[in-house]
T-cell receptor, first 116, second 109 residues
Framework: ETGVTQSPTHLIKTRGQQVTLRCSSQ?????VSWYQQALGQGPQFIFQ???????GRGNFPPRFSGLQFPNYSSELNVNALELDDSALYLC???????????????FGPGTRLLVL | GQSLEQPSEVTAVEGAIVQINCTYQ??????LSWYQQHDGGAPTFLSY??LDGLEETGRFSSFLSRSDSYGYLLLQELQMKDSASYFC??????????WGAGTKLIIKP
């Protein structure tokens, strides 16, 4: 049990719709990263937020956006959903004292998104 | 481009030792992490190396050679519960977190 929670656990949307996924970080953590994991593949880094600012982004289009709040909870927003967006979305909470990326990440259980 | 390579599948016997290799091609290497993921579960952190050498945590050890862009995860005294997928992940100085495709570890009794 990592103390990182995500909601909802499952979601079904249709192509073109918008979705918001939520993550509640572990207490004391200041960094959250979001990942997309397709079935049978490794997690793909979407972006990272540190103290409410995005400071690292993977190869994802601008329709993937996020927010980190003062209490270090976070949202991932995806606009204009495409069929290929169907995946498990994971958030990872961590504490960064220095350095560009966290050494240890604690993952939530994920949100499984299906786009029809 | 930036990439990590690890074997797709490794098979071992309960009680044995297994090594999972990871080679990486990235710019601005900062550190190498290892994660375990059981089917249907979330990744859990195993080990981290920023400097060359061996890090030991119980039955798990991880090694890094920055000059060779290579690392490995060593699992000793394998147990059936170690059957899972194992991922290496590289953090870079330009704020990227890059993961390998994962190695499925199959343990036979």
């Amino acid at each position: 049990e990592t103390g990182v929670t995500q909601s909802p656990t499952h979601l079904i949307k249709t192509r073109g719709q918008q979705v918001t996924l939520r993550c509640s970080s572990q207490s004391g953590h200041n960094t959250v990263s979001w990942y997309q994991q397709a079935l049978g593949q490794g997690p793909q880094f979407i972006f990272q937020y540190y103290r409410e600012e995005e400071n690292g982004r993977g190869n994802f289009p601008p329709r993937f956006s996020g927010l980190q709040f003062p209490n270090y909870s976070s949202e991932l927003n995806v606009n204009a959903l495409e069929l290929d967006d169907s995946a498990l979305y994971l958030c990872a909470s961590s504490f960064r004292l220095a350095g560009p990326v966290p050494e240890t990440q604690y993952f939530g259980p994920g949100t499984r998104l299906l786009v029809l | 481009g930036q990439s990590l390579e690890q074997p797709s599948e490794v098979t071992a016997v309960e009680g044995a030792i297994v090594q999972i290799n990871c080679t990486y091609q990235t710019s601005g290497f900062y550190g190498l992490s290892w994660y375990q993921q059981h089917d249907g579960g979330a990744p859990t952190f195993l080990s981290y190396n920023a400097l060359d050498g061996l890090e030991e945590t119980g039955r798990f050890s991880s090694f890094l050679s920055r000059s060779d862009s290579y690392g490995y995860l060593l699992l000793q005294e394998l147990q059936m519960k170690d059957s899972a997928s194992y991922f290496c992940a590289v953090g870079t100085s330009n704020y990227q977190l890059i993961w390998g495709a994962g190695t499925k570890l199959i343990i036979k009794p």
